[in-house]
């Protein structure tokens, strides 16, 4: 099983040892008449009120942007995504924002619509649909716990049905781990935070800091069912009702599909004839044992009809296969359970499940999950807690169709084990990671498989201790993970990132990480970052106070020099830099990242620069095509040593980089191969959105 605790370990590490980052503070090179100028980093726009531009026709986005910008890459989904900000409305729509720890920055696009009781937004359905989802945000209680509070659902004015939103699942506080008390005091008081630039335990007079500190992971999800089908053209409408407990609902996103018809298995150990309660009253955990049993024996499935079925525990599964209706209509739902005593992996609590054994005890195969949804209770951060949807080790088996929802983790698995296929799954507001390959995963593969919401890294293959090797992650969407990467890839061997769509997040990570670190193994072989898309990524570090990359290799335990290729990839609408290549200030004299090979990208908008350099070694480039690009085109550092030579860090033209921005071609003579032209901090030029190349 998960030995999170680990990670938790290597975080703790990470939160304190971040505030090095002095990182020069004012060495800044004139070159060829050019000089650049220091400045202080730049907050993102300011929140813009006013009101939904939608006049009835319908604005369908992938990751809030035009579809026809990410053709090709990203999950292939059922539903069809609408900004509420695109929609009618007599709310308020806030944002765009990309400043941590409010609600406009953790949306959808940074955009988003509040609604005051009573109002209400709209959407036009743009094809025939019966059943949405809505992503929504309604406020705390004060005393933290969550609150509840209605939505009006009507289609055309005619159908209505009230959704219960609640705040139970979002609304977390302070320092990792976090905590749901808003008035809890800083939980590590001994960590540097960057609010005051200080250690406040160390520091006279103790600083004051306001609380609570730090809220975040401020949104949820519901679905809703709407029993009838309706067509392109038809109208829902959300609304506040008057009266509501809840001072303002924001609405983010909504999805709507059309959902078909329940799933029947015909010939299989049906879970109701061994007792199984479809109203989720009493627990279903020991007749779904009873019925695998059955089904090992007699060479059948197991069926998982339309219901919601009570589990609290983990269902062990061991060449077996489970098969449910639908994952709108097949519920597997449980309540966290404390713990009388701790379990011998540390957890405190736990929750439903479905776990492979543990590689230990040789692992589970054959295993085939596909058609129901896993519904968790989990509100807060344990690392010791198995209390992920699914979890142990499978090999030669399948995950497909499964909605995950409510659970620490949607996919943890920990090695060694190999041959596991995940395709088409929905993985939503979880407390830390959506998916994670942990030591020793091989030749296994996710596709098509939608993320979002995530409360640490949404995809990782984190090889601690053992290696992974050949695994692929390809055509998956990633958006808004509250902390942490899009995708991280922690070391491993010829592994692939391919065709995926990543979007929006928010701290303390961008779209896509190439790191070694958290005791990870080195990277070897090749590693392939080939034809992704990042949107608004990028983002502000608000512990080194810097700006990273859409695209960030970061060199914290050991130096990169794997045969690393990232072709075919386009960084759109990055806050600050496409690509940041970065060793830790305490080690930048030590590990080095090299021969990084850079083709066929597309870079259209950057607040500061194409390529930001903060390490020793070397990268090159050819056919990289950059536009609106805010500050000079390759901030080169090095390791901030500034020798006489010239940069520690090397960057090749090997012909065909074209374009730049405010400053001239973003890859200029001048700039080669290793000129100093180190702004620690440069100003943000905020681009224009993204548009057709």
């Not at 008057?242 to 983010?252: K, L, N, P, Q, Y």
């Not at 609290?312 to 009388?340: E, F, P």
Request: aromatic share 8%; glycine share 10%.
């Amino acid at each position: 099983m998960s030995r999170y605790s680990t990670r938790a370990a290597a975080e703790r590490v990470r939160s304190r040892a971040r505030r090095p980052a002095r990182i020069a503070t004012a060495v800044t090179t004139a070159v060829a008449g050019l000089v650049l100028t220091l400045g202080a980093p730049a907050l993102a726009a300011p929140a813009a009120p006013g009101h939904g531009t939608g006049v009835g026709t319908p604005v369908v986005t992938r990751a809030a942007l035009d579809p026809a910008l990410v053709a090709g890459r990203g999950a292939a989904v059922d539903f069809a995504e609408q900004e509420a900000e695109n929609a009618s409305t007599n709310g308020t729509v806030i944002g765009p924002d990309r400043t941590a720890y409010t609600l406009p920055s953790e949306a959808s696009g940074r955009t988003a619509v509040r609604l005051k009781p009573g109002q209400y937004v709209e959407f036009t359905l743009p094809r025939a649909a019966n059943a949405l989802t809505v992503r929504y945000s309604i406020p705390d209680a004060p005393e933290g716990g969550g609150t509840t509070a209605p939505l009006d659902v009507s289609v055309d004015g005619r159908h209505r049905a009230t959704m219960t939103l609640t705040s139970q699942y979002s609304w977390l506080y302070n320092q990792y781990p976090f905590t749901n008390d808003p008035q809890a005091d800083l939980l590590h008081p001994d960590w540097w935070i960057t609010e005051c630039g200080c250690v406040p335990a160390a520091t006279t007079p103790t600083p004051t800091i306001d609380k609570p500190f730090r809220p975040s992971h401020f949104y949820d999800e519901q679905r809703l069912l709407l029993g009838k089908r309706y067509g392109a053209g038809d109208t829902v409408r959300l609304t506040a009702p008057r009266g509501s407990a809840a001072a303002w609902t924001v609405i983010d996103v909504l999805d709507t599909q059309l959902v078909s018809a329940p799933h029947i298995e015909a010939r299989a150990a049906n879970v109701l004839a061994f007792g199984a309660d479809p109203t989720g009253r009493r627990d279903a955990g020991a007749a779904i044992d009873r019925a695998i049993a059955y089904a090992k024996k007699r060479h059948l499935d197991v069926y998982l009809p339309p219901g919601t079925y009570q589990v609290n525990r983990h269902i062990v599964v061991d060449d077996v296969t489970i098969v449910g209706a639908g994952s709108w209509y097949t519920i597997v739902k449980g309540h966290q359970v404390t713990l009388d005593t701790p379990a011998p992996d540390g957890s405190v609590h736990t929750g439903v499940g479905f776990y492979g054994k543990d590689a230990a005890d040789g692992g589970s195969h054959h295993v085939h999950l596909s058609g129901f949804a896993i519904e968790g209770d989990v509100r807060e951060r344990v690392d010791t807690d198995q209390v992920n949807a699914i979890g142990g080790a499978l090999s030669d088996s399948t995950i497909d169709g499964l909605y995950l929802h409510h659970t620490k983790v949607g996919m943890w698995f920990d090695g060694p084990m190999k041959r596991l296929r995940i395709t088409r799954n929905v993985i939503v507001d979880q407390i830390a990671d959506g998916l994670n390959f942990h030591t020793g995963v091989t030749d296994s593969t996710v596709s098509d498989t939608f993320v979002r919401n995530s409360g640490d890294d949404g995809l990782a293959m984190w090889s601690e201790k053992t290696g992974n090797a050949r695994n692929v992650f390809a055509h998956n969407t990633v958006q808004t993970p509250v902390l942490a990467n899009g995708i991280a890839l922690y070391g491993g061997t010829d592994n692939t990132v391919t065709g995926n769509l990543v979007a929006d997040p928010i701290r303390e990570g961008s779209a896509i990480q190439v790191g070694s670190r958290f005791g990870a193994e080195p990277f070897t072989g090749h590693l392939w970052i080939t034809d992704n898309t990042t949107v608004r990524s990028g983002p502000f570090e608000l512990n080194w106070k810097i700006g990273l990359g859409a695209i960030w290799f970061y060199a914290l335990e050991r130096d990169i020099d794997a045969d690393i290729e990232v072709t075919g990839d386009h960084f759109l609408d990055s806050t600050y830099n496409a690509v940041m290549l970065v060793s830790d200030f305490p080690v930048k004299d030590k590990y080095a990242i090299r021969g990084v090979r850079f083709k066929d990208i597309r870079v259209d908008g950057t607040g500061t620069s194409v390529l930001s350099a903060r390490s020793a070694g070397s990268a090159s480039f050819e056919n990289v095509d950059a536009r609106n690009v805010g500050a000079v085109g390759i901030n080169n550092c090095g390791s901030f040593n500034f020798p006489a030579t010239g940069s520690e860090f090397a960057a090749q033209d090997l012909g065909g980089n074209d374009g730049g921005g405010t400053t001239g071609a973003w890859m200029a003579s001048w700039e080669l191969p290793n000129t100093i032209t180190c702004d620690d901090r440069p100003p943000v030029v905020p681009p224009p959105g993204p548009a057709p190349w």
